[in-house]
């Protein structure tokens, strides 16, 4: 009688244990994965205020060479072109200025240039890695990583 009583309770514990990691092991995954996709978010958004930031101390350090900078697209691409970063920045296409005072605001005291910086999602060439990887709902085009930078023109 008693071996019956114990056979039956291992048996229910060993169900118990199964049923508990069954609904355990899928919610351990899916907070890894968030965990793991949120660090990647913070690195992309780490290496996008880099890259705003050089790209805007560049533009101020050529408007010292020519005042001329705000309005010649041309060189702006040549100081957009020297900012790479592996796997975040690869393309001129990333970076942008805003329009009117909000970019070139160079009637302010002091004067001051800003810059954009967007990560363009399994965009460029080689093409960035895809964010958020993967993606099982397709709402990789809600994530929008962006940076801004201001820089003195002085």
């Known amino acids: 009688m008693r071996a019956t009583i114990r056979s039956r309770h291992s048996g229910v514990t060993i169900i118990e244990t199964a049923v508990c990691l069954a609904a355990f092991v899928p919610i351990l995954f899916v907070i890894i994965l968030v965990i793991i996709e949120s660090s990647f978010a913070y690195n992309i958004s780490r290496n996008m205020n880099i890259a705003a930031a050089l790209a805007a101390r560049g533009l101020a350090a050529q408007y010292e060479l020519d005042s001329g900078l705000p309005s010649n697209t041309t060189e702006q691409q040549a100081v957009f072109s020297g900012i790479r970063i592996t796997n975040m920045v690869n393309s001129n296409n990333q970076f942008t200025i805003p329009n009117g005072s909000a970019g070139w605001n160079t009637g302010a005291t002091p004067p001051t240039v800003t810059v ?39």
């Open 116 to 154: 954009k910086v967007k990560y363009l999602s399994g965009q460029g060439s080689p093409a960035l890695p895809s964010f958020p990887n993967p993606d099982p709902l397709g709402l990789g085009s809600a994530f929008v990583i962006q940076s801004t930078a201001t820089y003195r023109l002085d």
